[in-house]
């Protein structure tokens, strides 16, 4: 097989582990969503199985004793929960395997192309580490720091294994005239970021209160439980829209080189729309649970162009 083929089979397989990545992240927030974190309540069998029960009559018929420290002691065994933790866990085990392709079609182009194989092998240790730490947040029965650490490392993957994929392009193709918006880039990944840490903060008081509920699903009034967190949260989002805005009016007028330049400028543009809107529909209609999965995606989405368009700047000058 060629160099070029070798090259194209690293960047298919890079794509749809980092879609993989993605899509387990919008899971792992069904998870959250759903209150379903304790769906299986051990690891890495669910409740003692390779396959998850369907039904109560598949469990010892002492199971809320025997996992009463899991939320069990007052719960009934809900098979619905259960198997979408359980998918988050295949879903997980599965990107295992992506990545290990990954990095192995890395390997065979190390050659040439010695930062693919770098940054492949950074993700690869990347998702090992967050699979480890996916066992923790179980074993310390949802933990509110594990869990926001588990979701950044996710991001620490996505961020690794973008710059593969952009390092690979790169080698063929110039995309950007010039290094102008690295400063910007910086700024609106740095604001990014702290934007999902104070939402990890707003989520975790969110289900501080969840806990607390006798109705999972009725929250109303729970928006005015949150307290300082979410005001900094919803100011901080004004910074995060200017400086976005900044982003998609400079990528504008940028020399054109390629016609990405204005697909990533209008793309950028509608995902900040997107954030925006499912955040006031959160504020406005008192955090639908199925409108946090969403504005987390988006903020994912977000953060991946941001560093797309980052490592596709030029070197230098």
């Known amino acids: 097989m060629s160099s070029e083929r070798k090259l194209h089979a690293f960047q298919r397989m890079a794509w749809v582990t980092l879609l993989a990545i993605l899509f387990l992240i919008w899971v792992g927030a069904m998870v959250r969503a759903t ?3 304790m769906g299986c309540p051990d690891w890495p069998t669910c409740f003692g199985r390779w396959v998850p029960p369907t039904d109560v009559s598949q469990l010892p018929a002492d199971y809320k004793v025997i996992y009463a420290d899991h939320g069990y002691a007052n719960n009934d065994f809900d098979p619905r929960k259960t198997w979408i933790e359980y998918t988050n866990r295949l879903t997980g085990t599965s990107i295992g395997l992506l990545i290990f392709i990954t990095l192995i079609l890395a390997w065979r182009i190390r050659a040439e192309h010695k930062r693919v194989l770098k940054m492949t092998f950074l993700t690869f240790l990347a998702v090992g580490l967050n699979g480890w730490l996916g066992s923790i947040v179980v074993k310390s029965n949802l933990h509110p720091a594990v869990i926001t650490t588990h979701m950044l490392l996710s991001f620490a993957a996505i961020g690794c294994l973008i710059a593969a994929i952009a390092a690979a392009m790169k080698s063929k193709q110039t995309y950007f005239s010039n290094t102008a918006l690295k400063p910007l880039l ?5 604001i990014t970021v702290i934007q999902v ?4 903060q707003v989520r975790e008081g969110v289900d501080q209160i969840a806990a607390l509920a006798d ?5 109303e009034g729970w928006v005015e439980q949150l307290g300082g967190v979410f005001v900094w949260h919803r ?4 910074v995060v829209l200017i400086v976005n805005a900044l982003l998609v009016w400079r990528l504008l007028q940028q020399p054109t080189v390629h016609r990405i330049q204005r697909r990533i400028a ?8 997107l954030i925006i809107t499912v955040g006031l529909v959160m504020m406005v209609f008192s ?5 946090q999965p969403v504005h987390l995606f988006l903020v994912v ?3 991946s162009v941001q560093v797309f368009t980052f490592y596709l700047q030029p070197v230098t000058d």
Not at 197 to 200: P, R, S, V
Request: negative net charge; hydrophobic residues 65%.
């Open 35 to 37: 209150d379903s974190g």
């Open 186 to 190: 910086v700024i609106a990944v740095v």
């Open 197 to 200: 840490t104070l939402g990890a």
């Open 215 to 219: 109705d999972f699903y009725a929250r």
């Open 235 to 238: 100011l901080f989002a004004m």
């Open 266 to 273: 209008w793309l950028t543009g509608l995902i900040l729309l």
């Open 287 to 291: 955090i639908p649970p199925l409108a």
């Open 301 to 303: 989405c977000l953060f």
